[in-house]
Nanobody, 124 residues
């Protein structure tokens, strides 16, 4: 099982980026896919997650600005990020969780597989 994250880059505050996570070696039916981020000197934090049935969950800090979605045709989960802020600057990681326990979606230790991360830098 491999996850490939892409789409990061530099952007000005108020701008938008779309991150993608492509899953290979298995099917999304078996996993919840989450996005996490880690800023320098900080712990990895939950951003959003989506199940096979398209149930979603978001961190309070991104609600109303970020949207997670999945495209079953190409085994991809997308994270549309709008109204970006400098505090959104971080390395963004996607991960796959096979437990399907919604209460644990925000817990990074529950995830079985991780992508390599993509850098998002928001300038003011």
């Amino acid at each position: 099982v491999q996850l490939q994250a892409s789409g990061g880059g530099p952007v000005q505050a108020g701008g938008s980026l779309r991150l993608s996570c492509t899953l290979s070696g298995t099917t999304f039916r078996r996993y919840v896919v989450g996005w996490f981020r880690q800023a320098p000197g900080k712990e990895r934090e939950f951003v959003a997650a989506i199940s096979w049935t398209r149930t979603t969950d978001y961190a309070d800090s991104v609600k109303g600005r970020f949207t997670i979605s999945r495209d079953t045709a190409d085994n991809t989960v997308n994270l549309q990020m709008n109204s970006l802020r400098p505090e959104d600057t971080a390395i963004y990681y996607c991960a796959a969780d096979s437990t399907f326990i919604r209460s644990s979606w925000s817990n990074p230790t529950q995830y079985d597989y991780w992508g390599q991360g993509t850098q998002v830098t928001v300038s003011s």
